[in-house]
T-cell receptor, first 116, second 110 residues
C-alpha cells in the first residue's frame, strides 16, 4: 500500500512569506499528526486530528501557524508569515485511529523548510 | 513532564561491531517505549516496542529491554551492517502522543 505522502519535499522561502505543506495519509487512517523536527532534535507534535477534528493543537503556535483537514483525509499546514526560526523539517504521520493505536504511526518523508 | 534522553551522537562503528545506544526516560507511570529508525531520505519507521516492564522488543536483529528500575530502554545489536546506518529515535507514549528523544546518528563503515 502507498505510504504517507508529503509535498513539497523541499521549500525555500524568504522570511515573512507564507508557506503551505500538504499531507496525504495512508488510506483509511483516521488519525493524522503534524510534527516539527528541528535540526538534531526529535519530532515534536504540533497538532493531531481525529478525522476532521483537531483534538490536540496545544503545541501549535496559533499566531502564525494554521492547519486544516477538510473531509478528514488530506491535510494542509500553513505558516504565515514565516520566520527564520521556522526552518526545520515538518513531518506528517497517520495511524488507524484511537488512543490505543497512537504508537502505530506511519510517517511521511517530511518537508524540509528553509527560511532565508 | 514526560521526556526522553538519548546518548549523544554521532556514533561510528565498523561492520560486525556490537552496538549500544542508550536511552533513559522520565515519565509518570509506566509508558510504552519505542525505537524508531530514519533511513536517509525516508520517513521514521517503527523498529521495535515494549509495553510493560521487563518486556523485550526485537526486530531485524535489534533488541531493547524495558527496565523500570533504571528507567531505561537501551537499543542493542550484536553485529551491525552498513545498511543499519540511520538515525535512531527513542520515544515514549504519554498522554495520547509520542515523545521523542533527540536522535542518535549511526554510521557503519565497511
Amino acid at each position: 500500500e502507498a505510504g504517507v505522502v508529503q509535498s513539497p519535499r523541499y521549500k525555500i522561502i524568504e522570511k515573512k512569506q507564507p508557506v503551505a505543506f500538504w499531507c496525504n495519509p495512508i488510506s483509511g487512517h483516521n488519525t493524522l499528526y503534524w510534527y516539527l523536527q528541528n535540526l538534531g532534535q526529535g519530532p515534536e507534535l504540533l497538532i493531531r486530528y481525529e478525522n476532521e477534528e483537531a483534538v490536540d493543537d496545544s503545541q501549535l503556535p496559533k499566531d502564525r501557524f494554521s492547519a486544516e483537514r477538510l473531509k478528514g483525509v488530506d491535510s494542509t499546514l500553513k505558516i504565515q508569515p514565516a520566520e527564520l526560526g521556522d526552518s526545520a523539517v515538518y513531518l506528517c504521520a497517520s495511524s488507524s485511529g484511537g488512543e490505543a493505536r497512537v504508537d502505530e504511526q506511519f510517517f511521511g518523508p517530511g518537508t524540509r523548510l528553509t527560511v532565508l | 513532564g514526560n521526556s526522553v534522553t538519548q546518548m549523544e551522537g554521532p556514533v561510528t562503528l565498523s561492520e560486525e561491531a556490537f552496538l549500544t545506544i542508550n536511552c533513559t526516560y522520565t515519565a509518570t507511570g509506566y509508558p510504552s517505549l519505542f525505537w524508531y529508525v530514519q533511513y536517509p531520505g525516508e520517513g521514521l519507521q517503527l523498529l521495535l516496542k515494549a509495553t510493560k516492564a521487563d518486556d523485550k522488543g526485537s526486530n531485524k536483529g535489534f533488541e531493547a529491554t524495558y527496565r523500570k528500575e533504571t528507567t531505561s530502554f537501551h537499543l542493542e545489536k550484536g553485529s551491525v551492517q552498513v545498511s543499519d546506518s540511520a538515525v535512531y529515535f527513542c520515544a515514549l507514549r504519554g498522554a495520547q502522543k509520542l515523545v521523542f528523544g533527540q536522535g542518535t546518528r549511526l554510521t557503519i563503515n565497511p
